[in-house]
């Protein structure tokens, strides 16, 4: 669904993305206590590149969902096609920054 409509077309996937979202708050953590207790750069790095990973998997979830959902609908109604598509350009663009 899009955001005029109640829910998100990632919504079925939310319980995932939380989980995804919580296991990547403990690898922050995680980094934290191994910058506190001076642990090694390349282990840290590691784990920084490991929630890099991470987050790159649920933001293209979402993107994902996105697409099938609000874009989808847009262009199978008619409604607002150009202007979805240059959003979901727009998004595609920030999320692709390195």
Request: glycine fraction near 6%; charge should be negative; charged fraction near 30%.
């Amino acid at each position: 669904m899009c955001a005029d409509h109640i829910g998100h077309s990632y919504g079925p996937k939310k319980d995932d993305l939380l989980k995804r979202l919580r296991r990547v708050e403990g690898q922050v953590r995680g980094i934290q206590k191994m910058i506190d207790e001076d642990r090694y750069c390349v282990d840290i790095l590691v784990q920084i590149a490991a929630i890099k990973s991470a987050m790159q998997q649920v933001g293209l979830t979402i993107l994902e969902s996105h697409t099938r959902g609000c874009v989808v609908d847009a262009i199978s109604n008619h409604t607002d096609t150009d202007i979805k598509i240059d959003e979901l350009m727009e998004v595609i663009r920030q999320f692709t920054k390195p």
